[in-house]
């Protein structure tokens, strides 16, 4: 049979992509909707409800008329309704508003840091209904669409029928033709001099936009050209114009994108089937002088001039962002503390009363990561002002942790430890706050306090590294202390972290069972943020099955990126294995099982990897592993024993591991299990079993320095490589810890047996 | 199993920029003659971008392992180590770690101040701001300030692309003539108000000397004849061996460059929200001739080509491997959003039947 292929191409030079066309559905449904809608911010809103045939629930969505998309939604939101199905095919979804649903066939994806920070800080006028999507030209373009914001509604009237007579003039208001192009509603404008320019029609924004090519061509960078008609409408009577570049083409050339302010003075209609927008005038104008003070101010892109405009406009709509470019702008100029100040005091006091030491905490992060640590206190003294009356409780506490982490920077440690102690009233588990309040009685030589407080620090990535170093400073320095150890710190993190044991253990019997032991890898990775399930589902395993049936490694790979306990040899295992991500168990060399998973899919996780042991362990293996080892000091030494007939291309491998590693990643886990350090023979490939009267003995010795030193180049080379920068901590082989692994792999990659055994530690 | 590459040229009729090239092709490159040493000089002063805005025409990030080093720029080596998830960056050079840095991404400024004696001896103060990311590899680091001055009333802003402290990477570093935000690589030569001037940047890139140039110039055009529906938001060409570079998007009729052979290097489309961004693909030079003018048609209609494998009955489609050419040979990359997909239709031409229609999912 011959096979032709025909390619249909998309417009491809039209971008957008919404899925089918929406429907609008109901025969009790009216003709005209009439849609509540609010400005919020500056935004567009409506209420309504989200569903599919699973799931309904309230949402508050931004309407955005000139926007390309069909219904934006938040991941969160689309799986809450199921938007799709396990297997990524999209469910239909109705949006509810009222006196209309409207389905489209599926979701795209929403922006979604910007429905949250728009959540955060204006739950309250969102009746405490998420934002959590758009609805765009999509779905508004079949409809013939009336905003009338003074009266607090959209109105979504079904498409007209053609008619020669529906765009003529209507006494009170103003009818202008409009073109479409690129799905946009284009109505033409004229500038004072009589040139024509193209403007959208668009509710994205509040502020309608002169695009920055034409106010720079007009010598108007602040946007304020002279006039802007639409019949005998000057738009430049009711707003000040922002200049913003328009990414918009039109024949006649783009003047900007109308925006919220106009249609706060008119009732805008828009009929795409006979190609015509009607003003009609709802509200007397008021020209917003403060708007066109701060695009001046904007323009002129000087620290004086934006806080001139404060000081003439502190309570004016733009003060909120002008406070905030005035930050940049004294920043950039390098301005001095008491300047810096003044400037962060505007952006605190522009702010509502309860957000605003939220906001100057966001401001403290965005400071300290610039380097300006004076300002980050001063910035948090401010903030800390209002921190009783912010809408959210932690900000005020947050606050404190960092100025404390600042001052005890700087040496002024009784000022930093107030802070602190403040700070972990309100959020005990924190792990820089104590990790800080550790740092402090350390300095203070209060030792049992700031070992307790690294103990809790311990166990957050964030903070974890820095406190293991502090836990093992202090363990040598305490009176009567146990040594430090992995087995001690996970005694003190009991119950503070996730972990998973089996009720059962395995009870082996003749049909279960057999001589075999199975050689359980595990690949994973401390900073994939899935590894915890497959790690909890792995230690499940471990407590489930005795050393006798299950020998287990796990192997940390570099990526998603380097954690200290990757080396050469997890890096060359998982080339043998075919194995490419840090996800996966692989059993006797061959057999893959989950790696990766959700903390709550440990049990899964844990059932797939006892069901393919059990099947591996009734299969009798033809060899035996004897192991014999100890560790005396630095050395580890011992003896592998093998019996069990020749075979061609079988390798024995022996490797060194260690039975717990502390070191909290961003994966959660904090104690890791069975990480193979490296190997106790002369290559990474294994010794040939050539066996001399069916049994072959092979002896070892190695340094753990020697091991250690190893592992610690191989990561340097990774980072000269351009890998990245990996902490040198975690690196150290603790003999108490030491574990062996040996595995005879046959030419085809299975393993054929394997041993596990803890050696005895000497001094 | 097989694969096999199908090239499908959809209704393509396109004016071939190698026969138009070819055509011109006598004037020749030219060498890029350096700046006159006489000229006016103008201070550029260090702007730190917390809100970064500018598009580079090759926006590299450099990892960072031990060090930021920019002994070399006039600054020090800055040294970096990770505590925890956070990175902990020594921002003056004095040896101790005095930011800390966490998330996935942030705004550093280095800065070191030199002593009075060293100032009498030349040494001058070092600041750079630096845009940092971790999308999850380690840290890394690009420029996140430029150097801003003016010819005349025309802006001129410098930025280190590559990364080295330095700003004086002809065909490496970037630089945008105007207020647009896109940016083409520092260019010996460029256009102010329809006229060009030789220009020498310091290394340090404090200050910038201009002279008018007198070389022998022409005009390329890319602007009027691109076919799009979406706006052109910059076309970056840069001339063969790397000393001329411009923006040729908002010239519509053409801009001034001195006589070379240029190729185009990459640019943006963008309609509301949504962007396209080209790179040369298969485009061939462009050589502006003494007084000439070079036209190129880009853009629309675009030829798509796709490989795919067969396995038993089944067809396999990779959308990894369909890519999409312009008239000029301009290749389509990083469409955001993602754009619809095509339509795949298997027939069976004996019997000119319809086997099957298949569309990549998750688009």
Known sequence: MTTRLALALPLLLALCWAGAAPRSAGADEPTEAIVPVKVVAGKLVVSCDISTRFRRVPATLFVEFESACGLRLHNRAASGIRAENRDGTPNPITIHLPDRRITVAKREHGTEEVYESFTKFHAPDLGEVALVGTIGAEILKPFHVTFDLHGGVMRLAPAKERSEDAAQEVEGSVTAPITLTNDLAWFTVNFADGKPGAMAVGTAHYDTVLDTDVCERRGRPAGDVAALTVGDIDLAKYVAFRPEEVVQVHKDGVAGVLGLNVLEHFRVEIDRVNRFVRFTQTKDADFPKADLAYFRARAEDDGDAMEAFLKAHPKARLARDGSRHLVNLRLSEGASTEVMGRAMTWVNDAEKEDLRATTMLELMKALAEAGHTKHVVTAGKIGVESGRKDRYPDAVHKIHGKIGQVLLDVGENREAWRHLLSASFGLPEDGMINLNLARFYEKTGKLRRAYSRYVQAVIKPESGPQAMQGLERLQAKLPGGERYSVDLVERLIGGKVLNFGTATKFKPTEKNSSNRVVLAEFFTNAHLEAAIGGALGNEGMLSHFPRAHVAALSYHLPAPEPDPLVNELAVHTAQRRLVDRPTVHVFNGLTKGPGAARSDQKEAVYNRLRGTILQELTNASRWTLELDAKVEGDIVRGTLRVKGPASKGLKLHIVLAERGVLFPGKSKVVIHRMVARGVLTATLDGIAYEPKDGVMEIPFERSLREITKANVTYLGDLEARGGGTVPKIAVQIDPEQVSIVAYARGAAGGVAQAVQLDPKVTE | ?363
């Open chain 2, 1 to 363: 199993m097989r694969t096999r590459n199908v090239r499908l040229a959809c209704s393509l009729v396109a004016v071939s920029l190698l026969m138009l090239a070819g055509g011109l092709a006598s004037a020749g490159p030219e060498k890029a003659p350096a700046a006159k040493a006489a000229g006016s000089e103008i201070a550029l002063t260090y702007k730190a971008a917390r809100t970064w805005s500018y598009d580079l025409p090759e926006q590299r990030f450099t990892t960072i392992s031990r060090t930021i080093d920019f002994v070399a720029a006039g600054g020090k080596r800055y040294g970096v180590a990770l505590e925890g998830q956070a990175l902990a960056v020594d921002t003056d050079g004095d040896g101790t770690h005095d930011v800390r840095v966490e998330g996935k991404s942030a705004f550093i400024h280095l800065k070191t101040q030199v002593s009075k004696e060293s100032a009498a001896q030349g040494a001058k103060p070092f600041s750079y701001a630096l845009r940092l990311v971790n999308p999850g590899s380690g840290w890394r680091y690009a420029a996140g300030g430029a150097r801003i001055g003016k010819i005349g009333t025309t802006r001129i802003t410098l930025i280190d692309q590559d990364g080295d402290g330095r700003y004086d990477g002809y065909g490496k570093d970037a630089m945008i003539v105007g207020r647009s935000k896109s940016a083409c690589f520092l260019s010996r030569v460029v256009n102010v108000a329809g006229e060009l001037h030789g220009i020498e940047v310091a290394k340090d890139g404090t200050s910038l000397r201009h002279a008018p140039h007198k070389g022998p110039a022409g005009t390329l055009d890319l602007a009027s004849k691109w076919d799009a529906k979406a706006k052109l938001q910059s076309v970056i060409v840069r001339s063969a061996d790397g000393a001329y570079s411009f923006d040729l998007s908002k010239a519509t009729e053409g801009l001034k460059v001195p006589t070379a052979t240029y190729l185009l290097h990459s640019g943006k489309l963008g309609l509301g929200e949504n962007v396209v961004r080209f790179r040369q693909g298969r485009a061939k030079a462009a050589v502006v001739a003494k007084d000439g003018r070079t036209v190129v048609a880009a853009g629309g209609p675009l030829t798509a080509e796709f490989g795919y494998q067969r396995r038993g009955a089944e067809i396999l489609f990779d959308p990894a491997a369909l890519r999409y050419f312009g008239r000029a040979g301009e290749e389509y990359v990083t469409w955001k959003p993602f754009g619809k997909s095509p339509e795949f239709t298997v027939t069976d031409t004996k019997v000119s039947k319809t086997i099957a229609k298949a569309i990549f999912t998750g688009c």
